[in-house]
């Protein structure tokens, strides 16, 4: 079916929200690698540390579903993290399945640097913190929607 004069087409792409989404999220990771590349962070391993700066050292398996990863994703970003001496992993005394990860003196040290990086984002990108306030209401109810 094509679009007559008067008549949106319901498949056309670039009225996808999905297609929104994807050139949205490829698009701010890109505008991240600038801001993030002199920490020596990439944009996966600054949501891991975003997650360890939160709070106690979670176990990996906690730490994947707080970022809604697979634990065998998350491992390498792990690994990488702890080779830049920013984490340490230690398996569990009782078992020795569950693998704890904690911020190391530089990692912990490495979030002052980080805290300017929300700032500095909404200036690359052109919004103001209501704006984003706005769009995160937004996004989170549309994974809540997905997830249910």
Known sequence: MTATAGSADPLALES????????????VVAAYRPVLE????THPQYLVMLALWQGPAPTLRDLAATLRLDPGTLSPLVKRLEGQGLVSRRRGEADERTLTIAL??????????????PE?????????????????????????????
């Open 16 to 27: 996808q929200i999905c297609f929104a989404l994807s050139v949205a999220s490829r698009s």
């Open 38 to 41: 002199p920490m020596g962070l």
């Open 104 to 117: 190391t003196s530089e990692g912990a040290a490495l979030r002052a640097e980080a805290e300017s990086i």
């Open 120 to 148: 500095r984002m909404m200036a690359r990108l052109g919004v103001d913190r209501d704006e984003l306030v706005l769009l995160h209401r937004t996004m989170s109810k549309l994974i809540a929607a997905a997830e249910d």
